[in-house]
T-cell receptor, first 112, second 112 residues
Framework: KAGVTQTPRYLIKTRGQQVTLSCSPI?????VSWYQQTPGQGLQFLFE???????NKGNFPGRFSGRQFSNSRSEMNVSTLELGDSALYLC???????????FGQGTRLTVV | DQQVKQNSPSLSVQEGRISILNCDYT??????FLWYKKYPAEGPTFLIS?????DKNEDGRFTVFLNKSAKHLSLHIVPSQPGDSAVYFC???????????FGKGTLLTVNP
């Protein structure tokens, strides 16, 4: 069974630009969550989607948004990039009724 | 306000000995706890979990202990192997909210 797939693995963007990251969950998993990892703040929850609906949202500005498609694939968008948005963005999927989240390898975003 | 704390940023042990990683939490709503292992530039890998109705869960070399009254959990790795060298994250979740709250991690180094 294929794991969680995130694309791209690495990305360099300029301040002020926007970026879209993609996540394909494990087959059969309908819950997709996004996390940001930075050296100072650790792993922080961004949002969770289930059946195309956002169920939870973390404490991030509105520049961070996401969506989920009918095939459970999810995208995350960050607009008006700031230097502080440089981080490893991780996607995790979970089986309905399960608590364990399984993570992808992440997208390393660098804002210059 | 850090709801999940891993007070030891690093731990070094000899191969074959026991590694004990500790985690404390403050939120009484947490009822499920997970440990993840992470290598640099990769996503976290799920290791083991425990529900608040249990006080111990074992999986091979890994055992997690939960002390609810002390709001403390620990991960024991016996025997430790050099391949166990990684950052270990403790995470917690509770209620109908499947958001994971992570500690800042402990870097485990197992010396041959």
């Amino acid at each position: 069974k294929a794991g969680v797939t995130q694309t791209p693995r690495y990305l360099i963007k300029t301040r002020g630009q926007q970026v879209t990251l993609s996540c394909s969950p494990i087959s059969g998993h309908r819950s997709v969550s996004w996390y940001q990892q930075t050296p100072g703040q650790g792993l922080q929850f961004l949002f969770e989607y289930f059946s195309e609906t956002q169920r939870n949202k973390g404490n991030f500005p509105g520049r961070f948004s996401g969506r989920q498609f009918s095939n459970s694939r999810s995208e995350m968008n960050v607009s008006t990039l700031e230097l502080g948005d440089s981080a490893l963005y991780l996607c995790a999927s979970r089986h309905q009724g399960g608590t364990e989240a399984f993570f992808g390898q992440g997208t390393r975003l660098t804002v210059v | 306000d850090q709801q999940v704390k891993q007070n030891s940023p690093s731990l070094s042990v000899q191969e074959g000995r026991i590694s004990i990683l500790n985690c404390d939490y403050t939120n009484s709503m947490f009822d499920y706890f997970l440990w993840y292992k992470k290598y640099p530039a990769e996503g976290p890998t799920f290791l083991i979990s425990i529900s608040s109705i249990k006080d111990k869960n074992e999986d091979g070399r890994f055992t997690v202990f939960l002390n609810k009254s002390a709001k403390h959990l620990s991960l024991h790795i016996v025997p430790s192997q050099p391949g166990d060298s990684a950052v270990y994250f403790c995470a917690a979740t509770g209620g109908s909210n499947y958001k994971l709250t992570f500690g800042k991690g402990t870097l485990l180094t197992v010396n041959p």
